[in-house]
């Protein structure tokens, strides 16, 4: 399956979703024409249960450069009209930040103020030694958006995100590595194939299980009888599901569980 837009690129294999940012003359920009197709792909991956799990990268050597700041400059919107602009992008942005299957980054180059809070909202970032990252709308008087004030200071920390909201530095890729914004660093050229390989693993993993982690991660930061009520709950839920008796069964019957990470070739 694949479907080809004007700004990205979606396809369909092996029940692993591919999604290219593809705008080379705005290296990746995130303009209008890109925030409504990916909402096009955001939808269709949720409804679409047999799409296990979903990669997002950019072509051209980049991931997204951002925000489009020559269509902000000349776009002529009200204090409303903005808020109405970014509460249309957070409708999507939410639906991939709840989406109850992994999502995985694959970051090559510029994952810059927009785009660094689009690759939060993955899972799971891998990236490539020449990524760069960079909380960049301080330089241009704006705070941070897509998402960045839930995610940053998650994997981060609140001091480490407030100095990298303020700051607008560069991150490196080694020093993305080390704050936990990347799991993992690859060659340019095995970036992509590792990334659709782990997200390969998940289409023999319990959908309930995979979920059930997600949905009880995002309340990270709750009280512990209130995570203990989730786990409890959640527990009950995957001990009832198929997958579960069948990866028993293969245990005790001392065959190869299913499920591997990343998935055998």
């Known amino acids: 399956m694949e479907n080809t837009f004007k700004t990205i690129h979606f396809d369909v294999q092996n029940q692993v979703a591919t999604l290219t940012l593809d ?3 705005k290296r990746n920009a995130l303009d209008p024409a890109m925030r409504e197709e990916i909402a096009q792909v955001v939808a269709t991956v949720r409804s679409d249960r047999d799409i296990r799990a979903l990669v997002i990268t950019g072509a051209n050597g980049h991931f997204c450069s951002g925000g489009d700041l020559r269509n902000i400059a000349t776009v002529g919107l009200d204090n409303q ?36 809070s689009l690759a939060l909202v993955a899972d799971f970032v891998l990236a490539t030694q020449r990524a760069r990252f960079c909380m960049s709308f301080m330089r241009v008087g704006l705070v941070p958006d897509c998402g960045a004030f839930y995610t940053l200071p998650r994997i981060v920390g609140v001091q480490r995100a407030k100095e990298l909201m303020l700051s607008a530095r560069d991150i490196d890729a080694a020093e993305a590595l080390q ?26 993993a319990s959908p309930m299980a995979v979920s059930l982690v997600k949905r ?31 990866a028993v069964n293969r245990f005790v019957n001392k065959e190869p569980a299913l499920f591997q990470w990343p998935a055998r070739t």
């Open 23 to 25: 705008n080379p003359a």
């Open 81 to 116: 009209g903005w808020r109405n602009r970014l509460q249309d992008l957070h409708e999507w942005l939410q639906d991939l930040l709840t989406l109850d299957r992994p999502v995985i980054a694959a970051v090559d180059g510029a994952a810059y103020g927009a785009g660094f």
């Open 179 to 204: 704050l936990g914004i990347a799991m993992e660093l690859h060659a340019p050229e095995q970036l992509l194939p590792r990334a659709q390989a782990l997200a390969a693993s998940f289409v023999n």
């Open 216 to 246: 009880t991660l995002a309340g990270w930061g709750a009280d512990l009888p209130a995570l203990l009520e989730q786990e409890a709950n959640g527990q009950a839920l995957a001990m009832g599901t198929a997958d579960h008796r069948t």
